[in-house]
């Protein structure tokens, strides 16, 4: 046979040798990720054109489009308030989903003599390229990170923490607790109340299992569609795994958008009067900002 079925694990792999427990092949990928998001950013930012070239016009759209679906959901101001990092989130994992559509990417690495990966490993040979029964004996430099429990869990817990952060931000903390301690409508409401404390913790679940099965089944997929097909049959799923890693980083920036929305939106046990207060705070602040504004208008001319 000329090569063997790569090796399938769900933990991500040391980048080398005896290299620390954080710096995996998925890590690497991770950073590499998050500095071409850093760098999209960056080219927005730096020196706007009038007329905009390409990539200017498509920074443009990108952001334009984002924009405008968290005002859609969350409001004007809540919507510029969520912007950055429902961007964000949704940015690094496209880019971090998309890493497995890429030539190399867990195909070049070094060579192992782990007997875990294969018997055949502890007599590796000497050369540049691995066949026959050795052919999976190698430790990927490179893989998705989107595959590892840990990229996803972590983002996950960002969305679900920003959340809460936003809720206290936006209601106060007395109507945020009032979320998840509910005193005043009797023992019901009580456990009702406790019972958004366990789903809040779900979320983190929900958000990264659905991420990274969809993603790691994709992983295997295109692993086993070219092991079986010698690399011609695998084509067609690259298509399949493009589409689907846009769509996986839409959904979960999507619903941390609505997260966020829902978790800066009171609920119907909370105070009355202290809704009405903020409502009416809010009203007062926006007649005196307008104000200002015709008053420095008014100025000016």
């Not at 890429?102 to 003599?113: A, F």
């Not at 809720?167 to 007395?174: A, D, E, I, N």
Request: charged letters at 15%.
């Amino acid at each position: 046979m000329l090569w063997e079925l790569p090796h399938i694990q769900v933990a991500a792999d040391p980048l080398y040798p005896g290299a620390p427990a954080f710096l995996t092949n998925t890590f690497l990928l991770t950073v590499v990720s998050a500095l071409i998001v850093l760098g999209f950013f960056l080219i927005a930012a730096y020196k706007p054109k009038i007329v905009p070239g390409f990539l200017q016009n498509l920074v443009e759209w990108v952001f334009e489009s984002l924009l405008h679906l968290c005002e859609e959901v969350a409001g004007k101001k809540n919507g510029r308030r969520f912007f950055p990092w429902v961007a964000s989130i949704f940015l690094l994992i496209l880019i971090a989903n998309w890493w497995e559509v890429i030539p190399g990417i867990e195909s070049i690495g070094l060579k192992t003599t782990s007997e875990e990966i294969s018997s055949a490993c502890a007599h590796v040979g000497s050369g540049v390229f691995l066949t026959g029964n050795v052919s999976n004996c190698i430790v990927p430099f490179f893989r998705p990170p989107a595959t590892d429990l840990n990229f996803t869990i972590a983002l996950a817990v960002v969305s679900v923490v920003m959340t809460q952060v936003y809720g206290f931000m936006v209601l106060g903390w007395r109507v945020q607790i009032s979320r998840y301690i509910v005193l005043s409508d009797g023992p019901i409401g009580f456990v009702v109340g406790l019972l958004e404390i366990p789903l809040e913790l779900l979320r983190v679940l929900s958000l990264s299992f659905r991420l990274f099965g969809n993603l790691f089944a994709g992983d295997v997929l295109l692993l086993v569609m070219a092991f079986i097909s010698v690399g011609i049959g695998a084509i067609p799923f690259y298509f399949l795994e493009v589409f689907v890693g846009f769509i996986q980083a839409f959904v979960f920036a999507f619903l941390t958008l609505i997260f966020m929305t829902l978790g800066t939106t009171a609920h119907g046990h909370a105070d009355v009067e202290e809704e009405h207060s903020a409502e009416v705070a809010h009203e007062e602040r926006l007649r005196a900002e307008h104000a200002l504004e015709h008053a420095v208008g008014g100025g000016a001319r």
